[in-house]
């Protein structure tokens, strides 16, 4: 069954802390993604990558770094956490390219920082 | 810049009544449409998509959407709705094919049993 699987699922940081978030997914989809969901501006794009060690730049990527360690795996990297980044996230992977699939979401992981 | 737009933050209707949740985008060529669903408490779950052809999509749950060139517009659609509908609803474009999405921020439906 594909799926899409994310931890921690929860996070509490303090301000200028470092958060590593991750995210597997067992689809064999090429392309993999990092969202933000806040009230009021639906889901956001911050990074993507296309295949393991590749990244791309998406729409609100300051502040996160991320990295594409294999097909499966992709993390996001929060090295000074600011209060601003206090969000739900989502992870998500699709077979971009073939049409067959739409993305795939993940459970989410909330992450507060303090 | 592509964009997308739900003009209406909250819905509420009747069980048995026919829903219409609006969606609006800005790209000058073809898009790729996307609507998704979100309960409380869960991920998002994929209901339909456009990528070509027939203008009336039809998806999961009993949704069906309709993409109309002429207004940009790609309304999501359902009859009749049910209490279990209750949920927040997202439209999303692609632009690149690389399944990108640029989401609106989402219309929450309140359906009354």
């Known amino acids: 069954e594909a799926a899409v699987t994310q931890s921690p699922r929860n996070k509490v940081t303090v301000t200028g802390g470092n958060v590593t978030l991750s995210c597997r997914q067992t689809?064999?989809?090429?392309?993999m993604y990092w969202y933000r969901q806040d009230t009021g501006h639906g889901l956001r794009l911050i990074h993507y990558?296309?295949?393991?060690?590749?990244?791309q730049i998406g729409d609100v990527p300051d502040g996160y770094k991320a990295t594409r360690t294999t097909q499966e795996d992709f993390f996001l990297l929060l090295e000074l956490a600011s209060p601003s980044q206090t969000s739900l996230y989502f992870c998500?992977?699709?077979?971009?390219?073939?049409?067959?699939?739409?993305?795939?979401f993940g459970e989410g992981t909330r992450l507060s920082v303090l | 810049a592509q964009s997308v737009d739900q003009p209406d933050a909250h819905v509420t209707l009747y069980e048995g009544a026919s829903l219409e949740l609006r969606c609006s985008y800005s790209y000058s060529a073809a898009p790729y449409l996307f609507w998704y669903v979100q309960y409380p408490g869960q991920s998002l779950q994929f209901l339909l998509k456009y990528i070509t052809g027939d203008a009336v999509v039809k998806g999961t749950k009993g949704f069906e959407a309709e993409f109309r060139k002429s207004n940009s517009s790609f309304n999501l659609k359902k009859s009749p709705a049910h209490w279990s509908d209750s949920a927040k609803y997202f439209c999303?474009?692609?632009?690149?094919?690389?399944?990108?999405?640029?989401f609106g921020s989402g219309t929450q439906l309140t359906v009354m049993p």
């Open positions: 998500a992977s699709s077979d971009a390219g073939t049409y067959n699939q739409a993305p795939l």
């Open positions: 999303a474009l692609d632009s690149s094919g690389s399944w990108q999405l640029i």
């Open positions: 689809n064999s989809h090429n392309y």
């Open positions: 990558s296309y295949g393991a060690g590749n990244l």
